[in-house]
């Protein structure tokens, strides 16, 4: 598959996301609390916080955030200036006790810095955001450039379950929708292949309509609240009893879930994203 590729050939717009600025910080690690203090890591400026370095393999290094007030949270957006070997979020409602949002992940890149989206399996209320670190790798520190909390609606893809030659990708046509090869929308940079769910549940596309069913049949409209779509545990773009099913070729239509998926179907994968950034001077 290509798909660990799709996460860094892309650029999304920030505009489809809403941020929440972390008003505090502290680290269990500092090299120079007056150089690189945690707060370093609270906004985009030039500066950035840095471990003390000399990690053994299995030490994990804690970054934490505090807002302002609580927030709905749907995940963390992590500019990296010395990323780790693993990464896991906890989160915290009073500030003081927290639980896991996000559990170990590897990372996978070879460099230093880029932008990382850890995002919740579902929408927490939270004060405080904990970014535990473990594994150094060449550099030997861990560093952040700077941390957000990601509050509001972010963009994905869809990607059909459907066995392909290359993998089929929701995308927005002067139609409606339909399905093309994923690597052909992501060159075509038009971003077609970028959704959203806003926060009422509506899928949106990158015109600003959104996806609708009308008469039964699968359509692009104004969006005014009338079609909420969900993403079940199992893969399905849910509309009430109405799944998106793939069609046999590049088509895509609103079929009954349970005929959808006795046809194999109704199956898609969402994909959040990186963004690819330079290691900050």
Request: aromatic share 8%; with cysteine.
């Given at each position: ?73 749907r995940g963390i957006n992590i500019h990296w200036s010395y990323a780790p070997a693993e990464v896991k ?165 609103a079929v009954d879930c349970t005929l959808a998926s006795a046809e194999g179907a109704s199956k898609f ?13």
């Amino acid at each position: 598959m290509f798909v660990a590729a799709l996460f860094f050939l892309h650029g999304l717009r920030a505009s489809a996301e809403r941020y929440a600025a972390f008003a505090t910080a502290e680290a269990s690690s500092v090299y120079s609390p007056a150089a690189f203090g945690a707060s370093m890591a609270t906004s985009a400026s030039s500066g950035y916080w840095c471990s003390a370095g000399g990690h053994s393999a299995g030490q994990v290094v804690s970054w934490t955030g505090a807002l302002a007030s609580r927030r709905a949270l749907r995940g963390i957006n992590i500019h990296w200036s010395y990323a780790p070997a693993e990464v896991k979020v906890l989160v915290s409602a009073d500030g003081g006790n927290f639980e896991e949002a996000a559990g170990w992940r590897t990372n996978v890149r070879t460099e230093p810095s880029f932008e990382q989206a850890v995002m919740f399996a579902e929408v927490v209320s939270a004060k405080a955001v904990t970014i535990l670190m473990r594994g150094p790798k060449a550099w030997g520190f861990f560093g952040i450039a700077s941390a957000t909390a990601i509050s509001g609606p972010y963009p994905f893809m869809l990607v059909s379950g459907q066995a392909a030659v290359q993998e089929q990708c929701v995308v927005a046509k002067s139609h409606g929708v339909a399905l093309q090869p994923c690597l052909d929308a992501i060159v075509a940079g038009d971003g077609s292949e970028v959704l959203t769910f806003s926060e009422g549940g509506q899928l949106q596309l990158v015109s600003g309509q959104c996806l609708a069913v009308v008469g039964g049949l699968l359509s692009v409209e104004d969006c005014q609240g009338q079609s909420v779509w969900s993403l079940t545990a199992d893969g399905q773009v849910k509309h009430g009893n109405t799944c998106l099913s793939a069609g046999s070729n590049t088509e895509l239509a609103a079929v009954d879930c349970t005929l959808a998926s006795a046809e194999g179907a109704s199956k898609f994968l969402r994909l959040q994203w990186l963004r690819v950034t330079q290691l900050p001077h």
